[in-house]
């Protein structure tokens, strides 16, 4: 306990002393407030009835403190920096297999290709239930990561269960050292167009992204390529700004960073020369391509070098810096906003830093202000990237959103892979109807329990008339029992968009990601739509210049 406090003590002096400069430049509520918590700190520890933690003390304060500001500042104890580093270097050691944790138990989700994991004999659906003989909290991924991260060549014991086996083993595991893919999947499709799966910017994405473009281009001129940057969540904004240098000029800006000290901004120019400066480009978004996506996207669609397809990106325009702490801990810090090459920042939300009522929220269209890219087009600002080209496809219905989240897909998924050793090629596989009628009532044999919103709504007005003592005759008894019905007909209304994510996720029990991508992409309507637009060049430049009817973004005054 003393040597904790003295640490903590040595860390606050310090934390103190640079308050003392600031005072010095006349930042006197800084130091006026370090003090005061420093004081504070010290009697408790001191005074306060029953022995306190004081890592537990700074670790709450710490938490509390950074909620006022952005979901993106966070502190990074030691314990965490290996996690934090993954998201940049895409490489860790470990078994090479994600989890989740569901109904206080620890599920595999998933093996990588290759990696450990699956050489060893894990598959998706294994319960793990100790590690090296050892149980622990299956209520959160925490602890079981810190448990399964280890140097690699260091070996580490798994007990599973096999539920549909009804099979308990012992799976030993070597670990390695294990690298994500950037590039997940590239091919090249029909009439000489390329299309390449851009899954997150990690450390050499840019090259790994270079090399895939020059493989597609080897024996062919290419007429055409495909970006596809859906559910990619970002990373390093260099490599955002390398694989633009693949297409623009030279020296060309692409994105710059503003933050509270001018002497910090920086602007980013493509370095190199590019290899397909005039090559047709189509970037396919959607709702979760955020940050690095959205920079590339962004700026292709700014510079008029590209048409953007599909949903509205996340809308995530602020740059962080991670900053080391004291005792090898992190700070990862938002440092300023990236304003792409129209001049527009495409950050969808503002946060309130109220430490009373902490808050975020949409900027609204009213202050959303309009910017042209090089061609004149209107593009805007504040709501991340709005797609040339909307697919129209909707977006996720609650009953799916249900499915996934009580795990009736991916649990009906690992049945399937039990009872059937093979299928089809995965290009070449197809969900047949007896196998959706399979699936529903594999879901009501599994209790699946979905609410609609409507059927809450009427509970709730249910409750509110019997505490008020209000006879309905009946009426919401009647109106629930018609949206029980219109709930049933919800797995035929959305049985094309439950059928392929299903077929999506029996497909990935077989094969590997590159099987995966093959099987989706063949019934995928927003590459479909983008193959036509490529094959269309008057369609292609009547978007980019601005003229399509169709386009989201034409040409006009400010």
Not at 31 to 41: G, P, R
Not at 144 to 149: H, P, S
Not at 238 to 253: D, M, Q, R
Not at 319 to 342: F, M, R
Request: aromatic share 10%.
């Amino acid at each position: 306990m003393i040597k904790s406090f003295t640490r903590i003590f040595i860390f606050f002096v310090f934390i103190i002393g640079l308050g003392l400069k600031a005072q010095q430049n006349s930042n006197f509520e800084t130091t006026k407030y370090l003090e005061i918590y420093f004081s504070l700190f010290k009697e408790i520890n001191l005074n306060y009835v029953d022995p306190v933690n004081p890592g537990t003390l700074t670790s709450s304060a710490i938490e509390a403190m950074l909620k006022t500001l952005d979901p993106y500042t966070v502190y990074i104890p030691e314990g965490k920096v290996e996690d934090y580093q993954f998201l940049t270097t895409g490489e860790f050691g470990g078994i090479g297999a994600s989890v989740h944790s569901y109904k206080n138990q620890i599920i595999v989700m998933a093996v990588y290709e290759e990696g450990p994991a699956i050489k060893a004999g894990l598959k998706p659906g294994d319960i793990i239930r100790e590690i090296n003989n050892r149980e622990f909290n299956a209520n959160s991924t925490e602890e079981f990561d810190i448990l399964i991260k280890g140097d690699p060549g260091t070996q580490i014991s798994l007990s599973i269960f096999r539920p549909y086996l009804k099979e308990e083993k012992v799976i030993p595991i070597v670990r390695e050292k294990i690298k994500l893919k950037n590039i997940s999947y590239s091919a090249l499709m029909a009439d000489q167009i390329g299309y390449i799966r851009l899954e997150r910017f990690a450390e050499k994405a840019s090259q790994d992204f270079g090399q895939a473009l020059n493989n597609l281009r080897a024996n062919t001129p290419l007429k055409g390529l495909i970006i596809d940057i859906r559910g990619n969540g970002g990373g390093l904004l260099n490599e955002a700004v390398n694989i633009l240098g693949y297409f623009v000029p030279k020296g060309t800006f692409i994105v710059s960073t503003k933050g509270r000290d001018s002497y910090k901004d920086h602007s980013y120019f493509t370095t190199t020369t590019p290899i397909e400066p005039e090559l047709p480009l189509i970037i396919i978004v959607d709702e979760n391509s955020a940050s690095a996506s959205e920079i590339l996207a962004g700026s292709l669609q700014d510079l008029d070098r590209g048409i953007v397809l599909g949903h509205q990106t996340y809308g995530k325009g602020l740059v962080q810096n991670v900053i080391p702490l004291a005792y090898k801990a992190q700070l990862k810090i938002t440092i300023a906003k990236y304003y792409i090459p129209s001049g527009r920042c495409i950050q969808r939300l503002t946060y309130n830093h109220n430490p009373d009522e902490p808050s975020q929220e949409a900027v609204p269209d009213s202050l959303r202000h309009p910017f042209k890219t090089l061609n004149g087009r209107v593009v805007y600002d504040g709501a991340g990237i709005e797609p040339d080209l909307s697919t129209g496809i909707e977006k996720m219905p609650e009953i799916v959103w249900q499915l996934l989240s009580q795990m009736m897909i991916f649990n009906f998924s690992t049945e399937f892979a039990y009872k059937n050793p093979r299928i089809d090629a995965a290009e070449k596989f197809n969900l047949i109807e007896s196998t959706y009628q399979d699936f529903k009532q594999f879901v009501v044999e599994n209790g699946f329990k979905y609410d609609s919103y409507l059927e809450v709504q009427a509970q709730l007005l249910q409750k509110q008339f019997e505490e008020a003592e209000f006879d309905d005759h009946g009426q919401i008894s009647t109106i629930q029992e018609l949206l029980a019905k219109h709930k049933e007909t919800e797995f035929e209304k959305y049985k094309v968009q439950l059928m392929r994510m299903l077929q999506d996720d029996i497909v990935s029990r077989y094969y590997p990601e590159d099987g995966r991508i093959k099987n989706y992409l063949k019934n995928d309507p927003e590459l479909e739509k983008a193959l036509q637009l490529l094959s269309t060049s008057t369609t292609y430049n009547s978007i980019i210049d601005g003229s399509h009817p169709e386009s989201k973004n034409k040409k006009g005054s400010l």
